[in-house]
């Protein structure tokens, strides 16, 4: 894969327990993606997902190996670096959303922007929203909102600073499944426009099987794969 937009290799990651004892979480020798590229993400519980995603965002820090976004290696810089780098390069979907409660759909598009290299840009904020047919509820706090709309409000701001990657954890766990299939529809089509990389960890085969690459945790990470039973 010529230059891929994100590459793991040789990261390992390890929590001690209350008892003393280590658990291997991470043990992955290669995972990359391609710039542009749709993949899901399926594994069991306890397969190392979320840690994935943490440590691809830059939020944890491998005990070994190199994390490449976008060729920034975020295991070798500090903190505030890997901060940036975050802002810039990556938008994140969340299960829960984290919206700001206080704050306008707009607002929490612009609030997204002014963590970025960037000004904040009104204009780009309601035309984001527009892309996922919010432009009547720009002025509306997430109170107002129904899930789904709140959703849309998370994938507008996860796309505000123009990023490279796209992560979405478990993005249609907390809607409805008549719901389900718009988030998923939603994501890949503004993927897709913005030419964004796009990885959703998803339990869901429904979800996974409609992804161009889907690829389960267990058949690159070592540690999830001997913890089988």
């Known amino acids: ?42 594994g069991q519980s306890g397969s190392g997902k979320s840690t994935l995603l943490n440590v691809i965002s830059g939020i944890m820090r491998p005990d070994a190996g190199r994390v490449l976004l976008d060729g920034i290696d975020l295991a070798r810089i500090p903190e505030a670096g890997r901060d940036r780098v975050r802002a810039d390069k990556l938008g994140l979907v969340f299960q829960a959303f984290n919206l700001l409660p206080g704050f306008t759909a707009l607002e929490n598009v612009l609030v997204a922007m002014a963590f970025g290299s960037e000004r904040p840009d009104r204009a780009r904020a ?18 107002a909102l129904s899930t789904g709309q709140q959703q849309r409000v998370a994938v507008a701001r996860a796309l505000a600073n123009r990023p490279r990657v796209v992560l979405a954890d478990e993005p ?36 996974a099987e409609q992804f161009p690459r889907r690829i389960r945790l267990e058949q690159f ?6 913890h089988r039973h």
């Open 1 to 42: 894969m010529a230059n891929p937009i994100i590459d793991l290799i040789d990261v390992r990651k390890s929590f001690a327990m209350p008892g003393g004892e280590t658990v291997d979480v991470l043990d992955i020798p290669r995972f990359s993606v391609a710039a542009g590229e749709h993949c899901a993400l399926e």
């Open 126 to 143: 309601a035309s984001l929203l527009e892309a996922v047919g919010l432009q009547h509820r720009l002025d509306h706090k997430p109170s």
């Open 172 to 207: 249609t766990a907390s809607i409805d499944a008549a719901h389900q299939q718009q988030v998923i529809d939603l994501l890949r089509n503004t993927c897709s426009q913005q030419n964004v990389a796009l990885v959703v960890v998803t339990h869901a085969p429904e979800v």
């Open 221 to 226: 990470n070592r540690a999830a794969a001997g």
